[in-house]
T-cell receptor, first 116, second 114 residues
């Protein structure tokens, strides 16, 4: 069975400092990996995804993530956090293996609080 | 504007009273899905549909029904709601079922079952 772990329930960071949100995954085959962000009272918005190719993926709002196959990780990063980045972030994985049925599995979410 | 809409956004009901949450997308997407979001558990898939008249169970289908009679609509039906179905529900769609496709989410429906 596939799974996603986001080990931190909350990340606090000062505005202007680097932001990292951790994600590790487990799949039987190779993964498609996604990051979504949820602002208060809103649905999830797509940030970025890894399909294949370059391990460093760049996405919306200055976010990027690095796929690390050996560590089965896909950490989300932003060099300089903004107060407006305060939100709930979800990592998600799909197993490319056909038998997995294209199921999308989400992590439990990490709340990011950026203080001025 | 390309979007996924859900109605109602907020709903308070009582145990056993049937309810339907509607979901509609205007992007001609083939794939639609329902999730519930509970604190610390992330999003869990309830049902999904690969196209009209094709639906299948997700991880937590018990107590829910769906139908896909038209491509744009994918209603979620709770025949006899119970308090453990109190949750935040999201509908999502993507162009195809391909694993790399991005899903687009509706604004959510917050349900309280008393």
């Amino acid at each position: 069975a596939q799974s996603v772990a986001q080990p931190e329930d909350q990340v606090n960071v000062a505005e202007g400092n680097p932001l990292t949100v951790k994600c590790t995954y487990s799949v039987s085959g190779n993964p498609y990996l996604f990051w979504y962000v949820q602002y208060p009272n809103r649905g999830l918005q797509f940030l970025l995804k890894y399909i294949t190719g370059d391990n460093l993926v760049k996405g919306s709002y200055g976010f990027e993530a690095e796929f690390n196959k050996s560590q089965t990780s896909f950490h989300l990063k932003k060099p300089s956090a903004l107060v407006s980045d305060s939100a709930l972030y979800f990592c998600a994985v799909r197993d490319r293996t056909k038998a997995a049925g294209n199921k999308l599995t989400f992590g439990g979410g990490t709340r990011v609080l950026v203080k001025p | 504007e390309a979007q996924v809409t859900q109605n109602p956004r907020y709903l308070i009901t009582v145990t056993g009273k049937k309810l339907t949450v509607t979901c509609s997308q205007n992007m001609n997407h083939e794939y639609m899905s329902w999730y519930r979001q509970d604190p610390g558990l992330g999003l869990r898939q309830i049902y999904y549909s690969m196209n009209v008249e094709v639906t299948d169970k997700g991880d937590v289908p018990e107590g829910y029904k769906v139908s896909r009679k038209e491509k744009r609509n994918f209603p979620l039906i709770l025949e006899s709601p119970s308090p453990n179905q109190t949750s935040l529900y999201f509908c999502a769609s993507s162009l195809t079922l391909a694993g790399y496709e991005t899903q687009y989410f509706g604004p959510g429906t917050r349900l309280l079952v008393l």
